[in-house]
């Protein structure tokens, strides 16, 4: 018979073995995790190219492995393969934080920090997902005037246009049916703003995308002389079309953001510092600039976004 003193002298022994081997596979688990690619994914339209060449390279430049799956398709794809754990990491818009938990009728979507805060905390405590700094730069509805009306008559705001249109300027909009019929969008804009639109001020296309808007403006099909667009759209500059500034904060925010699952995060925290003062760098003008250079110039994304960059280290 084993003495009681030689069998407890066994256990710990034992017990301390199989601690030292738990142990080691944690360290190689998390050994493991940190030399995984950080899976990058983006939206397949030009501003999500542009948006995900940035990250990708600014990550890869700070040493962070990285795996491209650029342009992977449209929000739902992307965020679904988000939440799934196939990606890792893509650039989201705050506003679709509405979408993504029902609560489309909240006032915190019009609000650029209620909207971040909002889905930040809704999308960490369900999917442990994490949304890092956001640009100043707002993808919203907008409407957006020739240069040469917004210089002459001064008009920066949508507050200014009321005040041209109520004055009895020449106007005329070129938009989609969704925009002239959707109470969150035109109908939105001239109860807050004070103004009204007749038939004659309205070219409406059907099934009309803002590339055809922006054309009809630019071309002034039929007199138009202003369009519905999104506020970073990469042919405004080059059709010096001007986006009027939704002062009152109708339109839900949508802010571009980093957005990462949490476990990669905390494999990787440098990625919330590398990625902070590129997207500190995107108002506005400069992501229309960005997204100009590839919808009108035809540079590959790519390249847009290395020059970018490389001007942030100068």
């Known amino acids: 018979m084993q003495p009681a003193l030689t069998r407890f002298t066994a256990a710990v022994a034992a017990t301390l073995m199989s601690l030292t081997t738990t142990q080691a596979l944690a360290q190689e688990s998390a050994s493991d995790a940190a030399q995984a690619p950080v899976v990058v994914a983006s939206k397949i339209d030009t501003e999500g190219s542009v948006l995900g060449q940035l990250i990708l390279q600014r990550l890869a430049a700070g040493d962070i492995p990285v795996e491209d799956r650029l342009q992977l398709g449209v929000t739902s794809i992307v965020r679904g393969a988000l939440t799934a754990g196939e990606i890792d990491l893509y650039p989201e818009y705050t506003g679709n934080g509405a979408f993504f938990f029902d609560m489309t009728d909240s006032a915190a979507w019009k609000d650029p920090a209620q909207a971040l805060e909002t889905v930040r905390q809704k999308d960490r405590e369900a999917n442990d997902l994490v949304w890092l700094a956001p640009a100043e730069a707002n993808n919203t509805w907008a409407i957006s005037v020739r240069g040469e009306l917004a210089r002459e008559h001064d008009l920066t705001s949508l507050e200014d246009l009321a005040g041209y249109l109520n004055e009895g300027g020449d106007f005329k909009l070129a938009a989609s049916a969704e925009f002239v019929e959707s109470p969150q969008a035109l109908p939105a804009f001239q109860e807050a703003y004070g103004f009204e639109l007749s038939e004659d001020e309205l070219l409406v296309l059907s099934g009309g995308n803002t590339a055809a808007t922006m054309r009809a403006a630019a071309r002034q099909t ?24 939704d002062s009152l904060g109708v339109q839900p925010v949508y802010q571009p953001a980093p957005v990462v699952r949490g476990e990669v995060l905390e494999a990787y ?31 590959a994304p790519a390249q847009v976004a290395s020059d970018f960059l490389d001007s942030l280290d100068e």
């Open 222 to 245: 039929s007199g138009v002389n202003a369009a519905m667009t999104y506020g970073t759209d990469g042919g405004l500059k080059a059709l010096d079309l001007m986006v009027l500034d």
């Open 269 to 299: 925290p440098r990625i919330e510092t590398l990625l902070a003062p590129v997207f500190a760098a995107l108002d506005r003008d400069t992501l229309q600039r960005l997204n100009g250079d590839v919808a009108v110039n035809g540079r």
